[in-house]
């Protein structure tokens, strides 16, 4: 006799997927490794919310294009929402945390609970700002999102706010019983070990990450051209990679630095790496990477967990749950304001510093708290 075959879970991941021309997000690769996580265990489809460049400088052609593109992704989420059978299912979105974004959440969840009131609804926030006030439109929605899910993923206890505080958003009793804490893991190909690389001869370090000011990159800069003031630029080499938002914010910044420090290969300028495998050897060949950060939605980069998992000594900034990655006098250093001085001061610190040691230790630190196995088993417990 054959046995009956096993009610599996139905998941709706209503997300965007990965696109080379737009860039490969944080929040896309945090989505892979939520559909990964659950896989093999739910019945996973995936309904794709459309995501093409705009050029041009219209505004208004850019929000038609956008409304019309989420219009058409709404409606393959219906579509594929009735041929599932309507009911007993899970939807997943990432919730935004713009206005406009949100606006476009609160509308799926909308159409999703006018189809059945009783499907599971789980927002993901990536965002450091979601839990926070700004704005009456902005909060309302964010309070319709919430109060319309069934659960809440954030990434980090210190991305909530006291609820006594200004800027609080929600109250213990709003999120009881919604909220579930699970912070990010890295990719699989990210995460396969390699044996930790010794520091010898010049310090690599590297700076992995969009090119926004808020990110610190250009703070990164000045550092460098302080180094190099005091006579002490031969004991690095540094490398930049991420998207840029025009080709001439790249060719100014080159003209920061001197011709011979790039003619040298002592800065080296690049683009961003989309194939997974060239960034694990980005990290692999670094001895420290560089993140200062002050970005205002910064919530909990993945660059510093894809850098810890592969033994990089960590330099970061006292900012969102960033200290719950980089422990000062273990794996890294903070820095509690973003200034060119202070940051080279960390960097000419390095040479105070065991580095191989404090390498092995971001390891350590990444497989106890933000391994994959540990995040999978949170999100199966959540989905399951």
């Known amino acids: 006799m054959s046995e009956k075959p096993v009610n599996r879970k139905k998941i709706i991941f209503f997300?965007?997927?990965?696109?080379?021309?737009?860039?490969?997000?944080?929040?896309?690769?945090?989505?892979?490794?939520?559909?990964?996580?659950?896989?093999?265990?739910?019945?996973v489809h995936i309904v794709e919310i459309k995501h093409r460049k705009i050029s041009g400088d219209s505004k208004f052609r850019g929000l038609v294009i956008n409304v019309f593109d989420f219009l058409v992704s709404l409606f393959e989420l219906v579509r594929t929402t009735i041929k599932l059978g309507r009911k007993d299912l899970t939807i997943y979105l990432n919730v935004a945390s713009s206005t406009q974004g949100l606006a476009r959440d609160a509308m799926a969840i909308k159409?999703?609970?006018?189809?059945?009131?009783?499907?599971?609804?789980?927002?993901h926030s990536?965002?450091?700002?979601?839990?926070?006030?700004?704005?009456?439109?902005?909060?309302?929605?964010?309070?319709?999102?919430?109060?319309?899910?069934?659960?809440?993923?954030?990434?980090?206890?210190?991305?909530?706010?006291?609820?006594?505080?200004?800027?609080?958003?929600?109250?213990?009793?709003?999120?009881?019983g919604k909220l579930h804490i699970i912070p990010n893991t890295i990719d699989e190909t990210l995460d396969r070990y390699m044996p930790i690389k010794t520091c010898r001869g010049r310090i690599q370090v590297l700076y992995l990450s969009n090119f926004l000011p808020e990110k610190g990159y250009l703070v990164l800069a000045s550092a460098i051209n302080l180094l190099y003031?005091?006579?002490?630029?031969?004991?690095?080499?540094?490398?930049?990679?991420?998207?840029?938002?025009t080709v001439e914010e790249k060719e100014e910044f080159r003209k920061l630095f001197?011709?011979?420090?790039?003619?040298?290969?002592?800065?080296?300028?690049?683009?961003?790496?989309?194939?997974?495998?060239?960034?694990k050897q980005q990290y692999h060949e670094a001895d420290v990477f560089c993140l200062p950060t002050q970005y205002k939605a910064e919530a909990?980069?993945?660059?510093?967990?894809?850098?810890?998992?592969?033994?990089c000594y960590v330099i970061s900034t006292n900012h969102v749950s960033i200290?719950?990655?980089?422990?000062?006098?273990?794996?890294?250093?903070?820095?509690?304001?973003?200034?060119a001085q202070q940051l080279a001061g960390a960097l000419k610190n390095l040479r105070n510093v065991d580095i191989d040691d404090a390498k092995s230790e971001s390891r350590k630190i990444f497989?106890?708290?933000?391994?994959?196995?540990?995040?999978?088993?949170?999100?199966?417990?959540?989905?399951l």
Do not use: Y
């Not at 902005?138 to 319709?144: G, H, I, T, V």
């Not at 659960?151 to 958003?169: G, M, T, Y």
């Not at 200290?323 to 794996?331: A, E, K």
């Not at 497989?367 to 989905?383: C, G, T």
């Open 367 to 383: 497989d106890r708290s933000f391994s994959i196995a540990k995040h999978n088993e949170k999100m199966k417990e959540l989905f």
């Open 15 to 43: 997300v965007t997927r990965p696109n080379q021309e737009k860039g490969l997000t944080g929040a896309v690769l945090g989505t892979q490794t939520v559909i990964d996580s659950v896989k093999d265990h739910a019945d």
């Open 229 to 245: 003031s005091d006579g002490l630029i031969d004991s690095f080499q540094f490398k930049f990679f991420g998207k840029w938002r």
């Open 300 to 311: 909990q980069p993945r660059s510093i967990l894809e850098a810890m998992a592969n033994h």
């Open 126 to 176: 990536r965002n450091g700002d979601f839990f926070r006030s700004r704005g009456i439109l902005n909060s309302k929605l964010k309070r319709n999102v919430v109060r319309s899910s069934n659960a809440v993923i954030c990434l980090s206890k210190r991305l909530i706010p006291d609820e006594k505080s200004p800027n609080a958003l929600f109250d213990v009793q709003t999120l009881q």
């Open 258 to 279: 001197s011709p011979t420090l790039i003619s040298s290969g002592v800065v080296e300028i690049s683009g961003p790496i989309w194939e997974r495998e060239k960034a």
């Open 111 to 123: 159409v999703m609970r006018l189809l059945a009131k009783s499907n599971r609804i789980i927002v």
């Open 323 to 339: 200290p719950d990655m980089v422990l000062p006098g273990q794996n890294g250093i903070l820095l509690d304001s973003v200034s």
